[in-house]
């Protein structure tokens, strides 16, 4: 049963041939870009939710800040279709894989504290010391504000890995322990409502996304704006 | 074999098998030529499947769900209802 458990993670080849790129570029059919005035229906109901996200994504940011609106955007809108997308059966999801998160999160990461250290040097090196700590908790506070730092980006990458990934394998877990019990009844209706309300809850992966660019933009506003 | 129309203004479907060579040498290669060339075949995939009042998304999300099935048949074959696994 193990191995039967993560063989839905592997990395998709069909006859050998890898399609997961093809995966991966899926969701971009599913985001047609407006060009006219007044689009169809889909086009108009993606108009309209982007519009609202990017208004309260970057109210707090000042005008540097909102040169990154259009990579936020697509960050947000990337992660959140290829989570829901692998809510269907048998899909793969590569926001599973952590070599795709650990991709995703460096680059930006490092971009939040490259901006940061070029035009706000001083500011961003003061992010180090809090305010009012004692004297001698100096050198020990800095050390552990570094790592901290540090972790960001893994942070950002193992959360939404594990919680991708758990929330698949529970849903694989629950569904066979369903089936199982299909032979031993009354037991089965109190499971299938476990499965239910399981993957109403896993729908609210949105909500992962949302934290996702969420504490990537936190990030990117500490350390340009302050 | 030649045609009474020029080659180089005949649609895919229009061209005969003997003429294909020329066909598919003539079309321009350039990058903007191959990036002109995927956005008339998406609009034409758009239209035709995901601008209709009936199916629209849903259709591509199940063919989609469907094509996800292949590479998992080897490890789903053993859930087959049968007496004897």
Redesign the interface.
Known sequence: MNESLFTSFITPTMMGIPIVVLIIMFPSILFPSPSRLVNNRLVSIQQWLVRLTSKQMLSIHNHKGQTWALMLMSLILFIGSTNLLGLLPHSFTPTTQLSMNLGMAIPLWTGTVAIGLRYKTKASLAHFLPQGTPFPLIPMLVIIETISLFIQPMALAVRLTANITAGHLLIHLIGGATLALTSISTITALITFTILVLLTILEFAVALIQAYVFTLLVSLYLHDNT | MASVVPVKEKKLMDVKLGELPSWILMRDFTPKGTAGAFQRG?YRY?NKY??EKRG??AM??AA??LF?????YK?LK?QRLCKYH
């Open positions: 998406y758009h995901v601008n629209g998304v591509v999300l989609y769900m996800n099935y292949c590479p998992c490890e053993h």
